[in-house]
């Protein structure tokens, strides 16, 4: 059962200024029955992994110095940022044409299924795959 009340008279802490409700409120009234919250504290004992920054960029001050060619790690780091915002540039173009993202799902899971089918599904394609990807990693690596 909800009761009206008379508009109320409030004050603000911050500023001191009155205010009246602009309307009569609902209010419940009381049964008898009182709720009550309580809050506990606990301290864990589980404590996370602490990052240690200094350390970290310690680590890399020390990577960079042992690098010999410092002007081609930075033409590499420039030529990568230039990849990523073309390639976004291109997806944000071809997500504006109407049909054209649907049919890029559609060939990325048509891929997807000819991949799991062609390489994952069974044992002997499985091992297959695995020696593809050893052969790439040591072309890349330069230890072939």
Do not use: H
Request: hydrophobic share 45%; glycine share 6%.
């Amino acid at each position: 059962m909800m009761l009206a009340a008379k508009p109320s008279l409030s004050v603000c802490k911050a500023t001191g200024r009155r205010s009246v409700a602009s309307g009569p409120r609902a209010v419940r009234p009381s049964v008898g029955r009182s709720q009550r919250l309580v809050v506990r504290a606990e301290e864990t004992t589980t404590s996370a992994p602490s990052f240690d920054s200094e350390k970290v960029l310690k680590d890399l001050q020390e990577k960079w110095d042992a690098v010999d060619n410092k002007g081609a790690v930075a033409a590499y780091a420039a030529g990568a940022v230039v990849a990523l915002w073309l390639s976004s540039t291109i997806v944000n173009a071809i997500n504006a044409v109407p049909l054209l993202p649907k049919l890029m799902e559609l060939v990325g899971l048509g891929y997807s299924a000819w991949f799991t089918y062609r390489y994952l599904l069974f044992k002997s394609s499985r091992e297959e795959l695995l020696k593809d990807i050893g052969e790439l990693s040591k072309k890349v690596t330069g230890s072939e």
